[in-house]
């Protein structure tokens, strides 16, 4: 089943063209790899995926449903769009926790807002039995009454994963989320990652760990200049790559 | 007489006081306001809090206190009750107006000084706009402003001291009468030991509160 379907997505900054008829699905259980030098445009294209962003041209479209559509304004209106930003979780590349709660109530804090706000019936007491049941998949059971700032910088990731995870997204996206962790730490977290995979959740990753990306992607994708430049199977994108931009690339990481 | 004058300027420390808290209690969360009219996209509003902001920090605040006194009599508008009720009233509404354009800056930097991140990442939590701001940008935002705010904040227990240009009896001028009543100096310069007490008072708080919000970072 296609679970997210990605339609000639573009966005300007100015005039300056960030993405260029960007289109793509994903199938639900499938990892997609985003790879490409800084400034190709992956983070901007995670970012309208989560409507931090608003593409100018394009649409997006979830398990059949129209969420986002440039032409039509009446998909861009404000109250709706914090509904459909629930359909994606987002992982940022420097955490974003906030630092006034613990890991705990970091990772509960939406759920309890929602539960208020919505009337979702659920009760604190099962927000936060399943907030510490995330926490302890993370391997942080210990750390769960831990400030942000008492944390070290891969399980701050866990705590944000967790965090992303508690709001059930049917696409969990990964923007960079080693890149702000020292080599030692990328290890804990690429390992949370993996068993995600593992289970079978419908995740995007934008990534500059290669080696990670072709063991977890069912589909990488080669972004240069805001486009993209080759798709497909981790084994033909990494193992014969047909563009001359994209070995040049990988090239790189060979060394 | 030590007695006898320390009672008298005790009654004016009760009209500083109360102008202090009364103060407060309408600036802080007036200043929130005109913080939240100088960052919104709507033009107008932008322009009017931002010319309001200029005014009030460009003049004196004792012109506005003589302002606000008297310029509705002269226009005919008797908005104040008589005596002291309305010299109180015209007070409190000058200071409070005063402040809260000071502390309108103070929060405004608050706010923007949180990392954009942090209202990013509420927002990707399907959190709403108002959740956001109470749930995650004002406690850091608290934090921020404690060492900018105290500032501000002793300096208003002293400026309570140009009330006394509308005959507001608080302790400046509680302490300037036995001058004119009895010829005598010291009542005015004893008056620096009560607010010395108060602003310690203040700076302890302050203390606490920066130590309380230690927590995180």
């Known amino acids: 089943m296609t679970v997210l379907e990605a339609k000639h997505i573009e966005k300007h900054f100015g005039s300056v063209r960030v993405l260029e008829d960007i289109s793509f699905s994903l199938e639900e259980g499938q990892v997609l790899a985003i790879i490409g030098s800084s400034g190709s445009g992956k983070t901007t294209l995670l970012r309208c995926l989560n409507f931090l962003e608003t593409p100018d041209k394009g649409t997006i479209t979830v398990k059949d449903e129209l969420l986002f559509d440039a032409a039509d304004p009446a998909t861009q209106r404000e109250s709706e769009i914090r509904r459909k930003r629930l359909h994606f979780g987002l992982v940022f590349q420097d955490f974003n926790l906030f630092p006034q709660y613990t890991a705990l109530q970091n990772v509960t804090l939406a759920r309890e807002l929602m539960a208020k706000t919505e009337k979702t019936g659920e009760s604190l007491e099962d927000i936060r039995a399943e907030g510490i049941e995330l926490l302890t998949m993370m391997g942080l059971k210990d750390r769960m009454s831990n400030y942000p700032h008492q944390l070290s910088g891969g399980q701050k990731q866990r705590v944000a994963i967790a965090r992303a995870l508690a709001m059930k997204p049917s696409i969990l996206c990964f923007d960079e989320p080693t890149s702000a962790l020292d080599p030692e730490l990328t290890g804990e977290v690429l390992k949370v990652i993996r068993s995600l995979a593992d289970q079978d959740r419908t995740m995007i990753i934008v990534t500059h760990e290669m080696e990670f990306a072709r063991d977890v992607a069912d589909k990488v994708m080669f972004m240069d200049g805001g486009v993209v430049v080759e798709e497909g199977p981790p084994s033909e994108v990494f193992g014969n790559p047909k563009h001359p931009r994209t070995r040049q690339f990988l090239d790189k990481f060979s060394g | ?217």
């Not at chain 2, 460009?58 to 009599?73: E, N």
């Not at chain 2, 990442?121 to 921020?144: C, D, N, P």
């Not at chain 2, 140009?162 to 310069?189: C, D, Q």
């Open chain 2, 1 to 217: 007489m030590l007695w006898n004058v320390t009672t008298t300027l005790l009654g004016g420390l009760a009209t500083t006081v109360e102008i202090f808290f009364l103060t407060l209690l309408f600036a802080l969360p007036l200043g929130l306001i005109i913080a939240f009219g100088t960052m919104t996209k709507f033009t107008p509003i932008r322009w009017l809090c931002n010319a309001l902001v200029w005014v009030v920090r460009g003049t004196p605040l004792m012109l506005q206190l003589i302002g606000f006194f008297y310029i509705p009599g002269i226009l005919g508008l008797h908005i104040w009750p008589g005596g002291d009720p309305g010299r109180m009233m015209a007070t409190v509404v000058a200071f409070s107006l005063n402040y809260a354009c000071y502390f309108s800056v103070i929060y405004r930097g608050g706010i923007q000084g949180v990392p954009i991140g942090q209202r990013e990442a509420g927002e990707v939590l399907g959190m709403t706009k108002s959740q956001i701001f109470f749930k995650i940008t004002l406690m850091q935002m608290i934090k921020r402003i404690v060492p900018p705010m105290s500032n501000e904040i002793i300096t208003l227990v002293k400026d309570t001291s140009l009330a006394r240009i509308i005959a507001v009896y608080e302790l400046t001028f509680t302490g300037f009468s036995f001058m004119k009543s009895a010829g005598l100096v010291w009542p005015l310069f004893y008056t620096g030991v009560f607010y010395l007490l108060f602003v310690g008072i203040l700076t302890i708080f302050f203390n606490y509160l920066e130590r309380k919000l230690d927590y995180f970072r």
